[in-house]
């Protein structure tokens, strides 16, 4: 069940049907469809600028203290959350590994833009200025070593867990996403927004904390977020250098209120489409599974034998309409198929799905199997997963290495870029580093190279 989208979430578009069509089109050909972009990020910035109200302080000169401050109530809280935690409270974020999972695909769309909203800077290499901001988008590409790319650490991250199907979500999933691109192929536009729009993103994370914390709990692997949190520090990382861009670029001779509105405008648009508790108050255990089962029916209905009948239905019979899938789980529970609120073991129907010898091994997907499993357990406390993230164990492996078609795509580029000036090398290395391309091994290669052309140590 997809949460109600959030009252400023969505605007209108001439050009494409939904907010998701616009995301995935400015993945596939961004220079197609950057009068839709802008006109997006126009609409959600008069929403935000309406709100006239965030907590950044007006006057300049309060930033450096407000980001301190900032970041000790954020350690204060998560101090307390763990200090909650230890007297017997039960997780803030996730009721179940299902929940877990399913906030993961939902807000895959963000995470799969993970630093888009600062590509446009990457064009400004030469101008001292923007230099802290160019150190971010770097680091959010790994210096485009692929075990440091958080758009593949996060594809890795799903990958793993067997959600490599795309959950069916809103429009407002996709806004901060679209959010992002467009401030990256806009920023020359946008630049006052996009300052705005980095601080508030690279502000110390509680909930960050929070969900490295019971994701590591559940037994998956928190790096992508856990990365998140060490590099997004106040002190010297993300938080602290995206400060330092936006002080670097406030204006002297220009008016100055005129550009803090902007600044503002941006620093609000991280509060576009659904929030964080949003996200996860729209997981509805009963609907998912319900949901589930509803989409694999017209591929079940003529799938099974008719030995079995349950409560006076043959299963294809179930299936043959949409609908039922409702009734059919109570019916499996009369029948005795399945016992709720017990180890998932005990009930038949879940040995004929799970286990490799399984009659019906392959037909749920590791997610899918997740939502059977924690709607039969229900209120049974399952042992903690065995959690191999613990301590300083590092989550993810090396790559293997490149694949021979892949080392002819690098020796292409090299090869290119050989008969190139100083300048164009650097703008096709640029163009290469754009959201739909950067993590791939052209597009890691151009950002070693560019990342090495600056100086800059990985």
């Known amino acids: 069940m ?11 578009h001439r050009e494409h049907r939904s907010i998701g069509d616009l995301y995935h089109a400015l993945l596939r050909q961004p220079e197609a469809h950057l009068d839709s972009a802008a ?23 309060r930033w450096d203290d407000w980001l301190t401050n900032r970041a000790e109530r954020s350690a204060q809280a998560y101090a307390a959350y ?41 064009a400004h290499w ?37 959600c490599d199907t795309p959950l069916e979500l809103s429009d407002a999933h996709y806004v901060q996403g679209v959010v ?5 192929y806009l920023s020359d536009a946008y630049l006052p927004e996009v300052l705005g729009y980095n601080l508030g993103y690279e502000l110390p994370p509680l909930h960050l904390m929070i969900t490295s914390y019971e994701l590591r709990e559940l037994g998956i692997d928190p790096e992508y977020f856990r990365l998140h949190v060490t590099i997004d520090n106040a002190a010297s990382g ?24 902007r600044v503002h405008a941006g620093y609000r648009l991280n509060d576009a489409g659904l929030s964080n508790r949003q996200l996860l108050d729209g997981f509805d255990l009963d609907a998912e599974v319900i949901a589930m089962l509803e989409r694999k029916r017209p591929f079940a209905k003529q799938m099974h034998d008719d030995r079995a009948r349950i409560g006076g239905r043959t299963v294809n019979q179930w299936m043959a309409g949409p609908g039922r899938m409702g009734e059919l789980l ?13 180890d998932p073991a005990h009930s038949r129907l879940w040995n004929l799905i799970s286990g490799d010898s399984a009659v019906m091994f392959g037909v749920f997907t590791p997610y899918e199997r997740q939502l059977l499993h924690d ?33 002819a795509e690098e020796r292409a580029l090299l090869s290119e870029l050989s008969t190139l000036s100083p300048r164009s090398r650097m703008q096709r290395l640029v163009a290469l580093m754009a959201p739909h391309r950067h993590w791939t091994p052209a597009g890691l290669l151009a950002t070693r190279i560019y990342t090495d052309k600056l100086g800059i140590e990985p």
């Open 375 to 407: 709607w039969i357990a229900g209120d049974w406390s399952e042992p903690p997963p065995r959690n191999p993230w613990s301590g300083s164990e590092k989550a993810s492996a090396e790559p293997a290495p490149v694949r021979s078609e892949f080392a």
């Open 238 to 261: 993300h938080g602290r250098k995206a400060l330092q861009a936006l002080q670097a670029n406030l204006p002297h001779l220009a008016d100055r209120d005129a550009f803090l509105r």
């Open 126 to 162: 030469s101008e001292p200025r923007l230099l802290p901001l160019v150190h971010i988008c770097l680091e959010e590409l790994g210096h485009g070593i692929p075990a440091r790319n958080h758009v593949l650490i996060y594809q890795r991250l799903l990958d793993t867990l067997g």
């Open 82 to 122: 763990l200090g909650e935690r230890r007297d017997g409270a039960p997780r803030r974020h996730f009721r179940n590994r299902a929940h877990a999972l399913h906030f993961l695909q939902a807000v895959a769309p963000t995470k799969h833009v993970d630093g888009a909203w600062l590509y446009g800077v990457l």
């Open 2 to 12: 997809t949460p109600p989208a959030a009252p400023n979430a969505v605007a209108s």
């Open 39 to 61: 006109a997006f990020l126009d609409a959600q910035l008069d929403l935000q600028r309406a709100a006239d109200d965030d907590e950044l302080p007006s006057d300049p000169e």
């Open 330 to 342: 109570a019916a499996l529970e009369r029948q005795g198929w399945i016992k709720r609120h017990q």
């Open 180 to 184: 992002q691109l467009a401030l990256g």
